[in-house]
């Protein structure tokens, strides 16, 4: 069994929460969480780039002059990309870059990344924090108190008379982390996404590039509840064939 850390927003730890393996694959398979990242990439890409080639210029297809006979080189039409003002050699079009996997492939791999997290002491629980309106200072008041949870021992111990700097090096101030929220919450949406480097997503729209991206996974208790449950709801194994 994993376990999580829990802080409450004051940034004192007040529990920890035990994480299941075998709900999230219980093995990571880094040639899957690579192939379906690079789908993501591939969706993201703009595709909108044109050239124009001979179809698409001005001019006669009608051949220059004759063949021989003239003492000129030989001459094609005057869209040719060897003229000036001609069509562009294999010419670039629109496209849409973006592919699909096996749907089973695309969130194995997100119970992959998610676990990857968790084994990597990556992932931090919150719990306590209620948002009644937008307030950016209130979010970055909570990670500059959260401490960091992959430190060792060694980093985590503090010195006296230590920088103020070396003090911030310890929370989750200026590192890109991943908000997890049980659901979409507008007010806490528009407290954080203004935060540099900090990317708020409900549970049931996490996804592997996003995951793997941001460096920390922040879940609130109830978020952490939710995607129990949601990986509980998707078997991750075929059931057993009985021999009959």
Sequence with gaps: MLTVPVYNPLGEKVGEESIDPADFGGEIN????HDV??????ARRVGTVNTR???????????????KGTGNARAGAKRTNKRKGG????AR???DYRYTMPKKAVRAA????????????QAI???GLDLKEPKTKQVVKVLQTLRRPDLTEDEATETVGETKAKARARTLDDRTILIGLPAHDPVFHRSARNIDGVQVAPVSDFNTYDILKQRYLLLTREALNALKQQVKDKPTRRPAVSES
């Design 53 to 67: 080639g001979r179809a698409d210029v001005a001019g006669s297809g009608k051949k220059l002059f004759r063949q």
């Design 110 to 121: 997100v119970r992959m990344a998610l676990l990857s997290k968790f084994q990597d002491n």
């Design 37 to 42: 990242v690079v789908m993501h990439l591939a």
């Design 93 to 95: 079009r629109n496209r």
């Design 87 to 90: 069509g562009v050699a294999f």
């Design 30 to 33: 880094k040639q899957l969480l």
């Design 125 to 127: 629980v919150l719990d």
